[in-house]
């Protein structure tokens, strides 16, 4: 379909707010944040995706961010909202797939040199593997994760005896979204019960050390780490924030993006062949014949064996973003005697949580591919350290268009206190490996002076493969989602691919 005709079925409201229609208005619209640059991003099959979600069985809200392309089940970068049924395609096959950011004391000046920043490269990767499968005993100067300790990580999550162990610094448990999840049942280490569940009845014990072993590693794909710059955004508001953030100005930073690696994969795909075969046992039709979209009411066998089963995941994507932290700053020290760094936040963008979404409503929230966004004084931060102010939310762009921070307005409500989690793919990785130029992916990040580990970038994750990221802050920002904090600019990247040869 033409973009404008795709266009012509989003009714506009706002500079950067609209909604989709369905069923003729039969049952409430589907919200749409972007503006018209972003609109004519989204494609048939995306807004049919959309569609389908939002008349899928206990649906009351969907919501299209503006990094929104066509997923598994529903759109990466949307919003899912059901208070009585839990889907499993809606959170994806990266359980818990998430950001972080890393503050250093050290100034830009410090990485100007590429001979430092080339050091760190290799000091980070000696450290922290890349790619599908590798895992700890890939790298020289890892972490050795026991299977023992892994199952103490996906059990209690962000733990202090698990941190302690792994040598993070126990305070940064309290700068997680979630630090730990417990699953459906609120005992503490009542997740214990349904791994071994796993390990035994479903005869996963070969499996599970080689998974744990993965723990502190980025994966493929679209993973990456990347060394930054930031820059603090102008205005009091701004200002504020990142110093409640413990953000710093003209200072190096470090973002993380990865998630529960083999690990999540193997729960999740045990969850959708579990449930497609009760599905075909009970004769119930899938949403749109969409085998991705299985779902299980609440309080069922079903929904609580997949509630654990994510937490199981989630736990482990959060102590690999954690170790992932602690050896990149080790790295740092490394090369850089005296340098010191925080953890400024984790947040997770693959994930379903129950929440409350005001006016005393609850209801679980699936983000697939979309970031919570909660506002100063949200009851869901309550305690932490960032009740006055809102939580940092962590958005990635592109090494050549740059990432931001941003912060919550209470205007987010409107998308269930939710927003993007970074650009959003405009190209696939097929047609980016037939279309795109090699040499001038290379040539754009070198005319940048930026590094890589990699001796020739990944042309499925160029900056041309994804939308204009400053379209899709604008859109955020203009429907009064979220304000900017700071702009983080890369000066490395690290991403799976061939070793640099420089």
């Not at 205005?235 to 200072?251: M, Q, V």
Request: aromatic share 6%; glycine share 10%; with cysteine.
């Amino acid at each position: 379909m033409p973009t404008s005709a795709v266009n012509s079925r989003i009714h506009i409201t706002g500079e950067a707010t609209g909604y989709l229609p369905v069923r003729n208005g039969e049952i409430s619209p589907i919200t749409v944040i972007a503006n018209e640059a972003i609109r004519a991003t989204f494609d048939e099959a995306t807004l049919d995706q959309a569609v389908n979600a939002r008349t899928a069985p206990g649906v009351s809200q969907v919501v299209l961010n503006p990094d929104a392309h066509i997923g598994y089940g529903a759109p990466i970068g949307c919003v899912m909202v059901s208070p009585s049924h839990i889907y499993p395609g809606p959170v994806g096959v990266d359980i818990k797939c998430s950001m972080s950011l890393l503050q250093m004391d050290i100034p830009a000046e410090a990485v100007a040199d590429r001979r430092t920043r080339r050091a760190l490269i290799e000091a980070i990767t000696a450290r922290t593997p890349t790619g599908a499968g590798k895992g700890q005993r890939s790298v020289p100067k890892g972490r050795p994760v026991s299977p023992a300790l892994g199952r103490e990580a996906v059990v209690y999550g962000a733990a202090p005896h698990v941190l302690a162990e792994l040598g993070v610094p126990a305070h940064w448990a309290a700068r997680c979204e979630d630090s730990a999840h417990s699953g459906h049942d609120p005992r503490p280490g009542s997740l214990g019960e349904r791994l071994e569940h796993l390990l035994n009845r479903e005869n996963w014990q070969s499996t599970f050390a080689e998974k744990m072993r993965q723990l502190g590693s980025y994966g493929g794909g679209n993973h990456f780490g990347e060394c930054e710059v930031v820059s603090v955004a102008e205005g009091e508001r701004a200002r504020s924030a990142a110093e409640a953030f413990g953000l710093r100005d003209g200072h190096v930073a470090f973002l993380s993006h990865c998630g529960s690696r083999g690990w999540g994969s193997k729960l999740a795909e045990h969850q959708f062949r579990t449930l497609r075969t009760q599905f075909e046992k009970w004769g119930t039709p899938l949403p749109g014949n969409d085998r991705h979209m299985v779902y299980a009411p609440l309080g069922t066998p079903e929904a609580n064996d997949y509630i654990d089963d994510m937490s199981l995941g989630a736990n482990f994507a959060t102590v690999n973003h954690l170790l992932i932290n602690a050896l990149v700053l080790e790295a740092f020290q490394e090369v850089l005697p005296g340098c010191t760094g925080d953890l400024v936040y984790f947040i997770s963008h693959n994930i379903a949580r129950y929440e409350d979404l005001g006016d005393g409503r609850h209801a679980w929230v699936h983000r697939k591919g979309a970031t919570r966004a909660f506002p100063a004084g949200h009851p869901g931060l309550a305690g932490t350290p960032f009740q006055a102010v809102g939580h940092p939310i962590l958005l990635p762009g592109n090494p050549a268009g740059g990432s931001a921070v941003m912060v919550a307005e209470p205007g987010a409500k409107l998308a269930a206190y939710s927003v993007n989690h970074g650009a959003g793919r405009v190209m696939g990785r097929k047609h980016a490996a037939r279309t795109l130029d090699q040499g001038r992916i290379d040539r754009e990040l070198a005319d940048l002076d930026i590094l890589t580990n990699c001796r020739k970038y990944p042309i499925d994750e160029a900056p041309a493969v994804y939308k204009d990221f400053q379209q899709v802050v604008d859109s955020v920002q203009k429907a009064g989602l979220a304000s900017t904090v700071a702009r983080l600019d890369a000066r490395f990247v690290i991403k799976d691919g061939d070793a640099a040869d420089d």
